[in-house]
């Protein structure tokens, strides 16, 4: 075990790390792997006088620790001493499972490379971004709060130098890596796991932000938590399994059925191999999504609101002719339909004129006597909010009526305040819009250009389509990680790359904390991993020696999945060193 100095023909500047030399039984030859690398010696130089001495030391350290190594190890304490004031010995350990797939996705190389090869920046970005997903994943908060207490992690790159400052100015620079980023993790993914992308499932969701002027990107828009504040919108990919693909963000005020065509295209010609199948809820059902998706010979599989739906198609819902029965609660049919859609085209000029454009689409229908039960007790609680609006309009608003007003006659919404108020005749229920929607108790649908015939027969079956479509709930899954776990909103940053770069530092942490689940087969929710990861943890105990204290059925998982000394009850600074290092290796 030894200091090396290497000198990189490219930049000129001098690194240092401690290497061990042994012996390679497969190719018969003495070589050297590296254990740990300490950095460049221009930066280690801010830190230290003598960085080559200071780390010569460190070695013989670790020399000497490894001649200590026994299983039997005495250490003699002073019971009665004092802990020094301030003194917070325990440190997380579980942080190696994120930095293990930091590095199996190739983020810290690629982060260094693009730093190095593309920039001036003296501080060391890659660092910084696994403190911010480390912090992310385990404990959500501020930037500021990341950096000041990264010293919580056992010996997080202690090494490396760099401010709160450099925390901020490097989330302009993650900011230009957003799409390269995001091919990068699909890349590893699909190597070391493989993907299939023959089925996409996307879905918009949206963050606001505690002000209230808008600017270029924060745009007030139908908030989904229901603030008047202005937003940002996020369209997220994914994969049949749950792995995300890609996300974007977009104004609070555009509309999301813009965004569904440009990314399956962009995911056909940079990510897919073949056709791709789009899964998405009936907000992209729209014309021009299906013209467009069915054109470009990609399929889609939309959910179909019935209420918003013509007569033709509400008539055929309720007939009862054609359905199939599966028991006593379960009915569904299907048929195919030749139905007539709005289209947008493009003139020379590049004005869009609107057309009528037949096509050939694949409605499916079914019914379920636990949702119809599931959507009448909803109805009921927002029947009693529309009683109590009826009562006293003046008292509601827009955002507080929950969606009673549909329910309610006679009564308008003030367009700027959202104030509820009573227009012309008396606030009453309106009974016949109860009545309606009341037929409709139980059904969904489904509308796909996949057909089951040809050389797709028993390919796609209505069961088949319909199971497609219910794996839509891991996408809305996603969303309720990424805002409940991972706490990404309500977000504080005001420039808009800041907002984009932590939006991309959110996508790497759900990205992690989804493969962390499949690693460990799919046993354990996040929060659980979560709460096990941070509670991994240690303390010295005296000597070089570290206590650990926490041990489940999580922890056991954790460890056989990712091949790490996590159940051990003592483990020296020499050992504890060893597996961060190892996790580097990839």
């Known amino acids: 075990m030894f200091l090396k100095r290497t000198r990189s023909s490219k930049t000129g500047r001098t690194s240092l790390s401690m290497v061990q030399s042994y012996y390679d039984k497969v190719k018969r030859c003495s070589r050297t792997r590296t254990l740990e690398t300490f950095g460049y010696v221009d930066e280690l130089q801010k830190k230290y006088d003598d960085p080559e001495a200071h780390f010569r030391a460190v070695v013989e350290e670790y020399k000497n620790l490894e001649k200590q190594e026994e299983p039997a190890h005495i250490v003699k304490v002073d019971k009665n001493k004092l802990m020094d004031l301030n003194t917070n010995s325990r440190k997380n350990f579980g942080y190696v499972i994120i930095l293990k797939l930091f590095y199996e996705l190739g983020l810290d190389r690629f982060l260094q490379n693009q730093r190095h090869r593309n920039t001036k920046i003296e501080y060391p970005t890659h660092v910084i971004m696994k403190m911010l997903v480390i912090s992310r994943i385990l404990d959500p908060g501020s930037k500021k709060r990341a950096f000041e207490e990264m010293g919580k992690y056992f010996d997080f790159e202690r090494e490396n130098a760099f401010e709160l400052v450099d925390v901020y100015r490097s989330l302009s620079h993650f900011a230009t890596l957003e799409k390269g980023i995001q091919l990068l993790i699909h890349d590893k993914i699909k190597k070391n796991y493989g993907r299939n992308l023959d089925l996409i499932y996307y879905d918009v969701t ?50 999301e059925k813009l965004h569904l065509r440009p990314t399956i295209f962009e995911l056909r010609d940079k990510y897919a191999d073949s056709r791709i199948i789009a899964v998405a809820d009936s907000a992209q059902n729209t014309g021009n999504n299906i013209y467009y998706l069915d054109s470009g010979k990609q399929g889609y599989v939309f959910s179909q609101s019935i209420k918003a739906a013509g007569e033709e198609f509400k008539n055929y819902v309720t007939d009862e002719n054609g359905y199939a029965w599966s028991g006593t609660d379960y009915k569904r049919k299907s048929r195919v339909f030749r139905r007539e859609i709005q289209v947008d085209f493009e003139r020379k000029d590049g004005a869009l004129y609107k057309k009528k454009v037949l096509v050939d689409q694949r409605q499916i229908v079914f019914y379920s006597e636990k949702y119809a039960l599931r959507t009448r007790a909803k109805r009921e609680a927002t029947i009693l909010k529309a009683q109590k609006i009826a009562a006293n309009p003046a008292a509601y608003t827009k955002a507080t009526s929950y969606g009673a007003l549909k329910y309610v006659k006679n009564v308008e919404v003030d367009t700027k305040s959202g104030e509820v108020k009573a227009s012309k005749g008396t606030p009453m229920l309106d009974f016949d819009a109860i009545q309606e929607e009341e037929k409709y108790d139980g059904y ?22 319909i ?120």
């Open 206 to 255: 949206n963050y606001y932000f505690e002000i209230d002027k808008e600017d270029k990107l924060r745009k007030k828009g139908i908030c989904k938590a229901g603030t008047r504040n202005p937003i940002v919108q996020l369209g997220l990919s994914m994969d049949a399994e749950g792995l995300p693909i890609s996300y974007e963000v977009f104004p609070g005020n555009e509309s």
């Open 444 to 465: 969904y649908a489904i509308v796909t250009n996949l057909f089951d015939e040809g050389k797709n027969k028993g390919k796609y079956s209505d069961g088949q389509i």
């Open 467 to 586: 199971d497609m479509y219910r794996g839509l709930w891991r996408i809305e899954d996603s969303f309720r990680v990424t805002k409940s776990d991972l706490e990404a909103r309500p977000a504080h940053l005001s420039r808009e790359e800041r907002i984009r770069a932590h939006f991309l530092i959110c996508y790497i942490s759900l990205v992690i904390v989804r493969l962390i689940q499949k690693k460990t087969d799919y046993a354990h929710s996040p929060a659980a991993l979560i709460e096990t990861m941070n509670r991994i943890s240690c303390s010295h105990e005296g000597e070089n020696l570290y206590l650990f204290d926490y041990r489940n059925t999580v922890v056991d998982d954790l460890a056989n999945a990712f091949d790490l000394e996590l159940r051990r009850l003592r483990l020296s600074r020499a050992e504890i060193k060893n597996i961060l290092a190892s996790v580097k290796k990839v």
